[in-house]
T-cell receptor, first 120, second 117 residues
C-alpha cells in the first residue's frame, strides 16, 4: 500500500522569505500523481500544485514550485516570497495513475500535514 | 469559476441519529469522492463513485455509510446511525474525465463539520 510522510509537523517562515516543506512517499508503482493542497483556517482544501510522475520537469505555479525526486520518492514544496496569506496547513497527497475496472478510481492518499506560520 | 459546494456547513446531531451530507460536484465532472478529517488528523479517503456506483471504498466506509446520486447534480453521504467517532470534517471532491490534465485533479468542497453528541 502507498504511504505519504510529512516529517515536519510545523514550520515557520518570515514574510518575503523562502520555505521548503518536505514530503516523501512509498509506492511500488511507476506512474502516479503528486499534489500539494493548502488548508487555511476555514478548512477548505485548495489545490496548490500538481506533478505527474512521468514528467521530469518540476511543476511551478507562480511562487510555488516543487522538487520532485522520483528515485528518492521525495516531493518537496518551495514557497518563495512568503506572504501572510500562505499561513495554513499543507498536505502532500499521492494518487495512483491506474484507473478503470480493477484499478483505483483515483482516491488520494494524504500525509499528516505541515502547519506553516508566516511571521510579519 | 465552477466549484464544489456542500451543505450544511455545520451539523450537530445526537448519537444514533441518521445524517445526510450533501454535495453538488462541478457540473461536468464524472468522478466523485468523500473524505473525512478528524480534528487534528490527516484527511482519509472514504469512497469513490463513478457511473452511478461505488468504485472503491476504504475500510472506514462500513455498512453505516452509504452514498447516492439521487439526481443529476447532488451527491450525498448518509450515515445511518451516527457514533461519537464520526465527528469530523467531511469533504466532497470531484474530478472530470480521465486522460486530461485537469482530470487528474480533485477539486474539494468547503466541507461539512459534523459533531456527534
Amino acid at each position: 500500500a502507498q504511504t505519504v510522510t510529512q516529517s515536519q509537523p510545523e514550520m515557520s517562515v518570515q514574510e518575503a522569505e523562502t520555505v521548503t516543506l518536505s514530503c516523501t512517499y512509498d509506492t511500488s508503482e511507476s506512474d502516479y500523481y503528486l499534489f500539494w493542497y493548502k488548508q487555511p483556517p476555514s478548512r477548505q482544501m485548495i489545490l496548490v500544485i500538481r506533478q505527474e510522475a512521468y514528467k521530469q520537469q518540476n511543476a511551478t505555479e507562480n511562487r510555488f514550485s516543487v522538487n520532485f525526486q522520483k528515485a528518492a520518492k521525495s516531493f518537496s514544496l518551495k514557497i518563495s516570497d512568503s506572504q501572510l496569506g500562505d499561513a495554513a496547513m499543507y498536505f502532500c497527497a499521492y494518487r495512483s495513475a491506474r484507473e478503470g475496472y480493477g484499478g483505483s478510481q483515483g482516491n488520494l492518499i494524504f500525509g499528516k500535514g505541515t502547519k506553516l506560520s508566516v511571521k510579519p | 469559476e465552477p466549484e464544489v459546494t456542500q451543505t450544511p456547513s455545520h451539523q450537530v446531531t445526537q448519537m444514533g441519529q441518521e445524517v445526510i451530507l450533501r454535495c453538488v460536484p462541478i457540473s461536468n465532472h464524472l468522478y466523485f469522492y468523500w473524505y473525512r478529517q478528524i480534528l487534528g488528523q490527516k484527511v482519509e479517503f472514504l469512497v469513490s463513485f463513478y457511473n452511478n456506483e461505488i468504485s472503491e471504498k476504504s475500510e472506514i466506509f462500513d455498512d453505516q455509510f452509504s452514498v447516492e446520486r439521487p439526481d443529476g447534480s447532488n451527491f450525498t453521504l448518509k450515515i445511518r446511525s451516527t457514533k461519537l467517532e464520526d465527528s469530523a470534517m467531511y469533504f466532497c471532491a470531484s474530478r472530470s474525465r480521465r486522460g486530461s490534465g485537469a482530470g487528474k485533479t480533485q477539486y474539494f468542497g468547503p466541507g461539512t463539520r459534523l459533531l456527534v453528541l
